[in-house]
């Protein structure tokens, strides 16, 4: 039997299944990971919210706020992936650091797709203070973003020298991007003084 999608699939599934066979079975969870995929890569977010809704009701299907934050950004829904990420960062309910730690840049991202990195230093800030034992990546973040995009030049200029004082190697720059980072204000301010 072919559903049109999810929708469909659990519309008619059990019922498609006791006319045919006499029994009414539960969903079917290898079904549901065929649909989950294939609404992720059609970026089809009114279905994405309807399968999370009924599965989670259901309890055939668990996402936490950072996997939703994360399924959002592959969407390139960025408000909805800024939304899960500030929930994740401010509830951190069934959240592993580790994973949270190697994801965060989507957050970041999401904020510079949508023009705000403003934005992205206030969640990074936050970041800062739900995993402390990051501040040397976070502080890289926020001086990166606010040099890059020229706002909050001053706090940029302060965690840049952090991190050149602090550095330690880590899972998102070396010194040389440091180095860099630096000398493309030293230019810019060059250019601004001529």
Same mark, same amino acid.
């Given at each position: ?28 969870e ?45 969407? =390139?829904? *960025?408000?909805?992936?800024?939304? !899960?990420?500030? %929930?994740?960062?401010?509830?951190? #309910?069934?959240?592993?650091?580790? @994973?949270f ?63 050149? =004082?602090? *550095?330690?190697?880590?899972?998102? !720059?070396?010194? %040389?991007?440091?180095i860099?980072? #630096?000398?493309?204000?030293?230019? @810019? ?6």
């Amino acid at each position: 039997m072919n559903y049109q999608n999810f929708k469909d699939y659990v519309e008619n599934y059990q019922n498609d299944i006791y006319i045919n066979y006499g029994f009414s079975p539960n969903l079917n969870e290898n079904d549901i990971d065929f649909f989950f995929g294939k609404i992720i890569d059609d970026k089809d977010i009114e279905m994405y919210e309807y399968l999370i809704d009924y599965t989670s009701k259901k309890g055939v299907f668990f996402s936490n706020t950072l996997d939703r934050a994360n399924q959002y950004f592959y969407m =390139e829904e *960025y408000p909805k992936t800024i939304e !899960f990420w500030n %929930k994740t960062v401010d509830e951190f #309910k069934d959240i592993s650091p580790r @994973v949270f730690y190697f994801n965060f840049t989507k957050a970041i991202d999401a904020y510079l797709h949508l023009n705000n990195p403003n934005g992205a230093i206030k969640f990074l800030e936050k970041c800062k203070k739900r995993l402390p034992e990051h501040k040397l990546s976070f502080n890289y973040f926020i001086a990166k973003t606010a040099l890059e995009n020229k706002v909050k030049k001053r706090i940029g200029k302060k965690y840049l020298k952090y991190c050149e =004082e602090n *550095y330690t190697e880590n899972r998102y !720059f070396k010194m %040389k991007d440091l180095i860099k980072l #630096k000398e493309k204000q030293i230019t @810019v301010h060059n250019k601004a003084c001529n």
